[in-house]
């Protein structure tokens, strides 16, 4: 094995990744698996979710994927999806908290429902999974090598910005600073914590504004670096965070969103 394979190696680690059948979950899922990880892929959907660890496994790489349905919109669904991951394993590598859902209205007209909805799934969901597995990842860390748990945030959860998106943004601004509260809690158990802050990416959530080239290419026109999110920048953050390469890192929340977060419209001196 190469230093590089070696550093940014995942094999033999097993992962669960929640929303997995499409989008950014489905990108992290693609990456643990070609790296040789064995990870466990659930959403609401799970002919979805079956279907998509059948493609993962066509691809001849050298992890494995396995689908089946979770729902963490309620305490109940996350009993049952707790109970599942525990029948299939002992341990657990990495958790990634990708499951969310988002909410659209005009300000006059969102509605008081859209609040509890969207943070149940986006922000209860990520602290009740992350305590109920801590068993399984606390017999997966170690000195040498802690176990990792990754939770979507968005870059909208650090930037005021809604697009009337009210309650998914400041979820998501929730679920960064829950990332930096359970890093430091988790940091004796040599668990890491660490969030995405992703930018646009095609999705099924972002598919009214990304489903075509030509909707993506507008909007990417309106990021610094000049395109949208792809497969592989998700890829490289999440094999960062998961392997020896990230084993440093904790409580972080990394923008992967083509300089979004830095992108303001203020002037000084130049015209």
């Given at each position: 094995m190469s230093y590089l394979d070696e550093l940014f190696s995942v094999a033999g680690k097993t992962a669960l990744v929640t929303g997995a059948a499409t989008g950014i979950g489905r990108m992290a899922a693609t990456a643990?698996?070609?790296a040789g990880a064995s990870v466990m892929i659930a959403s609401r959907k799970g002919e979805d979710c079956i279907k998509v660890a059948g493609e993962l496994n066509g691809l001849g790489a050298s992890g494995r994927a396995e689908g089946f349905a979770g729902d963490v919109s309620s305490e109940a669904g996350i009993a049952a999806l707790v109970a599942e991951v525990k029948a299939r394993t002992d341990h657990l590598n990495i958790l990634v908290n990708n499951?969310?859902?988002?909410w659209g209205a005009p300000l006059e007209s969102f509605p008081y429902s859209a609040w509890a909805k969207v943070f149940g799934v986006n922000v209860t969901a990520v602290f009740h999974l992350t305590r109920e597995l801590l068993p399984l990842l606390d017999a997966a860390a170690s000195d040498a090598d802690p176990a990792r748990v990754i939770n979507l945030g968005s870059v909208m959860g650090t930037q005021p910005l809604a697009d009337d998106a009210y309650s998914y943004t400041a979820s998501k601004a929730a679920v960064h600073h829950?990332?930096?509260?359970l890093a430091l809690e988790f940091a004796a158990r040599r668990i890491t914590?660490?969030?995405?802050?992703?930018?646009?990416?095609?999705s099924r959530?972002?598919?009214?504004?990304t489903g075509t080239q030509e909707q993506a290419a507008h909007v990417g026109n309106h990021v610094p670096i000049g395109r949208i999110g792809a497969p592989d920048d998700i890829a490289g953050a999440t094999l960062y965070l998961c392997s020896r390469a990230g084993s440093y890192v904790t409580g972080a929340i990394l923008?992967?969103?083509?300089?979004?977060?830095?992108?303001?419209?203020?002037t000084l001196f130049k015209e």
């Open positions: 643990l698996v070609k499951a969310g859902v988002s829950l990332t930096r509260t914590v660490n969030a995405f802050a992703p930018g646009p990416f095609q959530m972002t598919a009214f504004a923008p992967i969103d083509g300089g979004q977060s830095v992108q303001h419209g203020l």
